[in-house]
């Protein structure tokens, strides 16, 4: 049966995490059952402009007595990012979710890596907090370009039950180093699952990493949408047997296999 619902959500805290990206917290009165990798679309206007909701990963959910309170991490990137960013506390937003294929965690064997890469962190965050409720062992490297980019370090060093490796491109914090790059000079042999979201680069770069370790990694892709739900066909990535798939029905999450090299 299909979990989505489209329902109203109530914007109750919004905090500045950078000078681009803040947290949304947000109240729903219907459950969300959203899984890690899953997200959800956001309308924040009643009128046509702007007319498409926009994606965003799911960065973590708490039930509440009825419904659920949900958090986003949010870039300001254009307009609706803008108005998110002002959006007055007590506002409603429309909210259509959960939707698209998360991680399987219950597939990561007993000590899995994360990976993120700037405002990549979301659906990482996702799966580290609930890793930690299963009581399962990991480690998580996260990179950005530079130090204000690194969102809630302090909160994933509480929830990672390994090591949290921290890098920026520019090295105003951690070592100078692509966080691939990092990966690669501090892999470890018991690494038994591989879960990234990041920019295509990066994620690139961790399927042959993958590869080469013979590791099984899943990899969530940002690619654009503006339905959601596979219709408009505007976020096809083509997969290794040469068909192609909407990421937003299919993924976002994949296996780093199902993927054409390159996609």
């Given at each position: 049966m299909d979990a989505r619902v489209d329902q109203k959500?109530?914007?109750?805290?919004?905090?500045?995490?950078?000078?681009?990206?803040?947290?949304?917290?947000?109240?729903?009165?219907?459950?969300?059952?959203?899984q890690p990798g899953q997200f959800v679309m956001v309308g924040v206007s009643a009128t046509s402009d702007p007319l498409l909701r926009r994606p965003f990963s799911v960065a973590g959910v708490m039930p509440t007595?009825?419904?659920?309170q949900f958090q986003l991490l949010v870039k300001e990137v254009g307009k609706v990012t803008a108005m998110l960013r002002h959006l007055p506390l007590g506002s409603e937003v429309g909210v259509l979710g959960p939707l698209g294929?998360?991680?399987?965690?219950?597939?990561?064997?007993?000590?899995?890596?994360?990976?993120?890469?700037?405002?990549?962190l979301p659906p990482v965050l996702f799966a580290a907090r609930q890793l930690q409720k299963q009581g399962v062992s990991f480690d998580l490297f996260y990179g950005a370009a530079s130090e204000p980019e690194l969102l809630l370090r302090s909160e994933i060093?509480?929830?990672?039950?390994?090591?949290?490796?921290?890098?920026?491109?520019?090295?105003?914090?951690?070592?100078?180093?692509?966080?691939?790059d990092l990966l690669r000079k501090r892999?470890?042999?018991?690494?038994?699952?591989?879960?990234?979201?990041?920019?295509?680069?990066?994620?690139?770069?961790?399927?042959?990493?993958?590869?080469?370790?013979?590791?099984?990694?899943?990899?969530?892709?940002?690619?654009?949408?503006?339905?959601?739900v596979g219709v408009c066909l505007g976020c096809v990535v083509k997969l290794a047997d040469g068909t192609y798939a909407p990421s937003?029905?299919?993924?976002?999450?994949?296996?780093?296999?199902?993927?054409?090299e390159g996609w």
């Open positions: 959500a109530v914007l109750v805290a919004r905090s500045q995490l950078s000078p681009r990206c803040f947290a949304l917290d947000l109240v729903c009165p219907r459950p969300l059952p959203a007595e009825n419904g659920a294929r998360g991680f399987s965690l219950d597939s990561c064997g007993p000590h899995p890596v994360l990976v993120a890469g700037g405002i990549g060093q509480k929830v990672v039950s390994g090591d949290a490796v921290f890098c920026t491109d520019d090295g105003s914090f951690g070592e100078s180093v692509f966080v691939t892999w470890k042999s018991r690494y038994s699952h591989l879960l990234a979201c990041g920019p295509n680069p990066m994620l690139h770069a961790v399927a042959r990493l993958a590869r080469e370790k013979g590791v099984a990694a899943e990899l969530s892709l940002e690619e654009p949408m503006a339905c959601g937003c029905q299919k993924g976002p999450v994949f296996r780093a296999s199902e993927l054409a």
